[in-house]
């Protein structure tokens, strides 16, 4: 996976990229990130990449010339390829995990991150393919929302993560969120870690997750839980379960 950032501040995606797993992915040539300078692109005298916006208002308004440029430079880079262009911004449809899954099967990804009030929108007619936002928030750039992306879509790809299962059967797979993870020790600061975990019953301990998860999803995403029911995701022995849950909530 290719990634390509077009920004006012690569130095930001660079060291948000370089820690850790994402890191590590890079080492091992699994992931690379191409960060660029929409700055460098300007041909202003002063290096200005901003204005003041037609019909007024408050605060300016990122030039569609250097975004541009600096995408056809990009492009001549990558051979004239045709590849998804992505900006970031809160008019766009929200990232969830199932996006995240179909951007991981791209080669190449290109990023678009706004300032100010937004770029101007003749630059996002010409060169944008997706208008993405990664939640209801404004924020002052699209810098951590592009991290957050590639961060969702690194580790679907193959031999980022050490244990390749570990992103099969996790939240958001069948609509349930995970159950709770404990490690050592037994017992901290007087609380215990929940006994049918150090039974050593796999089939009681499965079972027991599973019941966390329907909870924990019951009482934060009730709507997941809905949506997992409805596509018959949950076992005869799940739904009896579920059922005598939504009994025992009755009687409050
Ligand atoms: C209104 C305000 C329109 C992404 C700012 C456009 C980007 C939130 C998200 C902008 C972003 C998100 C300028 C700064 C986009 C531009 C950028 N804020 N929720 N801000 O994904």
């Excluded at 460098?40 to 975004?67: E, I």
């Excluded at 027991?208 to 997992?228: C, D, F, G, M």
Aim: aromatic share 8%; net charge negative.
């Amino acid at each position: 996976m290719n990634f390509h950032v077009m920004t006012l501040f690569p130095e930001m995606i660079e060291q948000g990229m370089a820690t850790s797993i994402l890191g590590r992915a890079m080492e091992k040539g699994l992931i690379s990130l191409n960060a660029v300078n929409i700055r460098d692109y300007t041909l202003d005298k002063h290096r200005r990449v901003d204005d003041y916006p037609y019909g007024g208002g408050a605060g300016m308004v990122m030039s569609a010339d250097p975004v541009v440029r600096c995408y056809r430079a990009l492009q001549e880079k990558m051979q004239g390829a045709k590849h998804r262009v992505i900006y970031l911004t809160p008019q766009g449809a929200t990232f969830t995990q199932t996006m995240a899954e179909e951007l991981a099967r791209e080669e190449e990804l290109v990023f678009l991150c706004g300032h100010y009030e937004g770029i101007d929108e003749r630059a996002l007619e010409m060169i944008v393919t997706d208008q993405v936002s990664i939640g209801d928030y404004v924020l002052t750039g699209g810098e951590l929302p592009v991290m957050v992306m590639m961060d969702a879509i690194s580790r679907l790809v193959p031999g980022v993560l050490n244990n390749q299962e570990s992103s099969e059967f996790e939240t958001f797979h069948d609509h349930l969120l995970e159950y709770p993870q404990y490690t050592r020790p037994e017992v901290y600061e007087g609380r215990r870690v929940p006994e049918v975990l150090l039974s050593g019953h796999h089939a009681r301990i499965e079972e027991w997750r599973r019941q966390q998860s329907i909870l924990r999803t019951k009482r934060v995403r009730p709507e997941l839980l809905e949506k997992a029911i409805e596509e018959k995701l949950l076992s005869k022995k799940e739904m009896k379960f579920y059922r005598e849950l939504l009994e025992e909530n009755e009687k409050e």
